[in-house]
């Protein structure tokens, strides 16, 4: 079993794939980015999380629908977008609450905003699980979010950073770590053979530590 723990589909819905051999589960995650927060007021978004009230979560109450909305993301600051970070945090921390009165996990997008990350956390004291999704900095910032309980998710970084990739795959414990493709198109499958790889373990140890953590996600539901 293979869990995908964030990529899209091709209308750009952000989702968590599940895939075996023989099938393949779509769950689904609804958010404001942060390249996007501009498109929304302040107002606006209080209504999009009324929105998601009555057709998400509400709808949710262990049937299937088709407006299932499993999670929140992707959300996040992402300093490469300096001109609207004031506005990202105030939409950032509006998802987090949707996300305690929910208890759903969320699905962070986070570009060298890791220590503002941090601090939103803190703030407002957040118990649900938060996985940094295409993790792509230190060791010590990856501690740091380690410290306040806080998954980590790698994909590309397998790739294009493989000698940063090894130190962070050596130094996190599995039962915190996801793996990705997001929008790069690779299979699930070639992304866990390469960080079984570079981590020296069976692809299979990674399939059983991965799919628990994820089990751990849905436990909060
Ligand atoms: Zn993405």
């Known amino acids: 079993m293979f869990v995908d723990i964030h990529t899209h589909l091709s209308d750009n819905q952000s989702i968590i794939k599940i895939v075996d051999e023989f099938s393949e589960k779509i769950l689904r995650t609804k958010g404001i980015h942060p390249w996007k927060v501009d498109d929304f007021?302040?107002?606006?978004?209080?209504?999009?999380?009324?929105?998601?009230?009555?057709?998400?979560f509400s709808s949710l109450?262990?049937?299937?629908?088709a407006d299932m909305v499993w999670g929140i993301g992707e959300v996040g600051l992402d300093k490469v977008h300096k001109e609207t970070f004031e506005k990202q945090v105030e939409v950032f921390e509006e998802m987090i609450r949707l996300s305690?009165?929910?208890r759903k996990p969320v699905i962070v997008h986070c570009v060298r905003a890791y220590s503002e990350?941090?601090?939103?956390?803190?703030?407002?004291?957040a118990t649900m699980p938060w996985v940094i999704h295409?993790?792509?900095?230190?060791v010590e910032t990856m501690r740091?979010?380690?410290?306040?309980d806080i998954y980590i998710s790698l994909g590309e970084i397998?790739?294009?950073?493989?000698?940063?990739?090894?130190?962070?795959?050596?130094?996190?414990?599995?039962?915190?770590?996801?793996l990705e493709t997001d929008v790069s198109g690779r299979d699930i499958k070639d992304v866990y053979e390469?960080?079984?790889?570079l981590l020296g373990c069976e692809i299979e140890v990674l399939c059983k530590q991965i799919f628990e953590n994820y089990g751990r996600l849905e436990t909060t539901h």
């Open 41 to 56: 007021n302040l107002s606006q978004i209080s209504q999009i999380s009324q929105n998601w009230t009555t057709t998400g």
């Open 61 to 65: 109450k262990r049937t299937v629908s």
């Open 100 to 102: 305690e009165s929910y």
């Open 117 to 125: 990350i941090i601090e939103i956390r803190k703030k407002t004291k």
């Open 134 to 138: 295409g993790f792509n900095s230190s």
């Open 144 to 148: 740091q979010l380690l410290k306040y």
């Open 158 to 178: 397998l790739y294009h950073n493989e000698n940063q990739a090894v130190k962070i795959l050596k130094d996190i414990p599995l039962e915190r770590l996801f």
């Open 194 to 197: 390469k960080a079984a790889s």
